[in-house]
């Protein structure tokens, strides 16, 4: 069977799926007629083979954003520690202050002895 390409003469690709044998460069394509046993078990290997690195490839782009799902969120999670953090400062500032206040006035008003 001819590997390279009528056209052009670059070696060709198999698609086993649609059973043909393509050219990258030109966009030929030839039909794969000859079907034996080795052939077929070739076949049958590359249909599995293909399947299987595209479920690797899933998977792995799966954990990959997984990965980055779980980052954000770690980092969601901090960044709203902080402003409560930030928010809890402002509020005892805020109290100090009140506080401050109460006690001028009740030393002005004599409340305060």
């Known amino acids: 069977m001819n590997t390279n390409c009528v056209n ?3 070696a060709l690709e198999i698609d086993q799926l649609r059973q043909i ?11 794969i007629k000859d079907e034996t046993p080795d052939t077929m078990a070739g076949t049958i290997h590359g249909i599995a083979k293909t399947f299987f690195n595209q479920t690797a490839d899933k998977i792995r782009y799966n954990r990959e954003h997984a990965v980055e ?5 770690r980092k969601d999670k901090a960044e709203e520690a902080r402003q409560s ?3 809890m400062m402002y509020m005892m500032g805020g109290m100090a202050a009140l506080m401050t ?3 001028v006035v009740m030393r002005i008003t ?4």
């Open 8 to 10: 052009c003469g670059a």
């Open 21 to 31: 044998k393509h050219c990258p460069y030109c966009g030929a394509e030839v039909e």
């Open 69 to 73: 799902i779980a980052e954000q969120r």
């Open 85 to 87: 953090r930030k928010m």
């Open 101 to 103: 206040v109460m006690v």
């Open 110 to 113: 004599g409340a305060w002895a």
